[in-house]
C-alpha cells in the first residue's frame, strides 16, 4: 500500500487513480500526518462475450450441442416467433 498526502493526492489526482484502477494498488491518503482515508480499487467487472467464452467447459458434450443449436436457432422454425405462454 502506498502512503500519500492529500496535497499529493490532489496535484496528481489522475495518475494516483490510474495506479488505482490499472494496477491495483492501494492509496492511503495522509493529512497532517495522520491517515484519513484509503482509496481501494472497485470489483472487477466481466463482460458478457467473458463471461460465455469458456460456458463449453462448464457444460456436458451433449448439453453444450444443444446449447449451441438452440442459441444459432437451427431448428427449422421457418422465421415463425412462438408464444412460450401459449396453452
Do not use: C
Request: cysteine-free; proline content about 6%; aromatic content about 6%.
Amino acid at each position: 500500500m502506498q502512503t500519500v498526502t492529500a496535497t499529493d493526492l490532489s496535484r496528481n489526482f489522475r495518475v494516483m487513480l490510474n495506479k488505482v484502477e490499472f494496477q491495483h494498488e492501494e492509496l492511503l491518503i495522509m493529512r497532517n500526518n495522520s491517515p484519513v482515508a484509503r482509496l481501494v480499487p472497485g470489483p472487477a467487472t466481466m463482460t458478457a462475450a467473458e463471461a460465455f467464452a469458456d460456458i463449453y467447459r462448464t457444460l456436458p458434450e451433449e448439453a453444450g450441442e444443444g446449447w449451441l443449436s438452440d442459441s444459432r436457432m437451427d431448428d427449422d422454425t421457418s422465421g415463425e416467433v412462438r408464444d412460450p405462454w401459449a396453452s
